[in-house]
């Protein structure tokens, strides 16, 4: 992920500024790569099971998107993000929570359709998490034609009457072992993204979450405790935060909340994500 970061920052101001920049950034981009790596392999520990089993009536939870929806950086499947939002969904409902996660790691938005593809014949969630986004960025995708993806994505669960939960594009300036100024634009790359799949999710009836404002913080001040092996993917305690945050809004569209917090929008609501200073 640094190293798609890397390239993407890099080509997005080839055009834009002169060769000793373009050099800097190029230097950023190979320290990058030496210094977060891929310590944590392509698999995510598989958390796919009933939770809570003994509660019954199952409430079904699906979990779409990239690497952070697979829960890439967790060593147990109870603290994968599917894991922990069955544990906190279960205890809000008092009902058991049958997970399935179609979400793979490195998948961007226009994969988000094989994943639904992939889904056993006749299933029909009561609510979809999904978390999308980074590998857009990274591999340079248009925003529009993300946030196409991602209505696409949306309005085929609605069509089967599926409430949807978009957690909006985490920000990529929070990779603290990327240098500035690539940091910089990694980061305003993926807060424009998570402002328009805000405003394509909620338009779509979907309700969205912003990562950046609700959990973002949490990853600032406690980089140590929220970021796994790599410097990129939450650690356990990094996915609690992000799902107790996801919570709220999963409630919400499931009829059980009747307000959401800050960093929340609901259906026909979006607001836009206000830029913020990187770290």
């Known amino acids: 992920m640094a190293v798609g970061v890397a390239a993407a920052s890099v080509g997005a101001v080839s055009g834009a500024v002169g060769v000793g920049a373009r050099q800097l950034l190029a230097r950023q981009a190979e320290t990058a790569r030496r210094i977060i790596g891929k310590p944590l392999g392509e698999e995510a520990p598989r958390a796919d099971r009933v ?21 890439l950086g967790a060593e147990r499947r109870k603290d994968t993000l599917g894991g922990r939002l069955a544990k906190g969904l279960a205890k809000r409902t008092q009902r058991a929570v049958r997970l399935t996660t179609g979400a793979a790691v490195g998948a961007e938005s226009s994969q988000l359709a094989d994943q639904l593809d992939g889904l056993p014949a006749g299933y029909v969630a009561d609510v979809a998490v999904v978390v999308v986004g980074g590998n857009d960025v990274t591999h340079r995708v248009p925003v529009s034609e993300s946030a196409r993806h991602l209505t696409d994505a949306i309005e085929r669960l ?20 990327v240098p500035q100024p690539l940091r910089t634009l990694g980061s305003r790359a993926s807060r424009q993204l998570a402002a328009a799949q805000a405003t394509a999710a909620t338009a779509a009836g979907a309700h969205a979450v912003s990562l950046a404002r609700v959990v973002g913080p949490f990853f600032i001040t406690n980089p140590d405790e929220m970021f796994s092996l790599d410097r990129f993917h939450p650690s356990a305690l990094g996915y609690r935060r992000t799902a107790s945050a996801l919570l709220p809004s999963v409630l919400h569209a499931l009829g059980l909340h009747d307000r959401v917090p800050f960093g929340h929008e609901v259906p026909g609501v979006a607001v836009a994500e206000p830029a913020v200073a990187t770290p």
């Not at 939770?51 to 829960?71: C, F, H, M, R, T």
């Not at 069509?159 to 939960?165: L, P």
């Open 158 to 177: 609605r069509a089967q009457g599926t409430e949807v939960v978009v957690g909006t594009c985490p920000d990529l300036g929070l990779l603290r072992p």
């Open 51 to 71: 939770w809570k089993k003994a509660y019954g009536n199952p409430v079904e939870l699906l979990v779409l998107g990239d690497s952070i929806a697979a829960g």
